[in-house]
């Protein structure tokens, strides 16, 4: 695509997509992981492993919630009224925090891996 306004647009069906995804793995996996521990450890007497996971998924939500609800917000309205000028910014925010998020969940897995043996 050339025209940048285009760009945009597909961004937004992109993240659009995503985001729904991303929903759904907020919900179920701090819900699951959480009841799998405290069955497995007998509430939340954790080893150290479990609670660095646990705060790092805490913190990944969080930079979820805030991507949601202020930049992904700033592009949605910023196309919606064709402010080409105004989005670009909101979306280079939006990849700036999810590849946070990315580097996070890559220590999470790291953690989850060798985890016990920290």
Not at 7 to 21: E, H, K, V
Not at 79 to 88: F, V
Not at 98 to 115: D, E, K, R, Y
Request: no cysteine; net charge positive.
């Amino acid at each position: 695509l050339d025209d940048p306004a285009q760009r945009l647009l597909l961004a937004r069906a992109i993240l659009q997509r995503f985001f729904r995804w991303v929903w759904v793995a907020v919900l179920l996996l701090p819900a699951t992981g959480f009841w799998m521990t405290t069955r497995l450890y007998d509430g939340f007497s954790w080893p150290l492993f479990i609670w660095i996971m646990a705060v790092m998924a805490i913190v990944m939500i969080l930079l979820f919630l805030h991507v949601y609800f202020a930049p992904w917000q700033r592009l949605n309205n910023a196309l919606d009224k064709g402010d080409t000028a105004k989005a670009p910014a909101a979306l280079e925010t939006i990849r700036r925090i999810v590849t946070v998020n990315l580097i996070l969940g890559m220590i999470v897995a790291v953690v989850a891996s060798a985890g016990r043996y920290l």
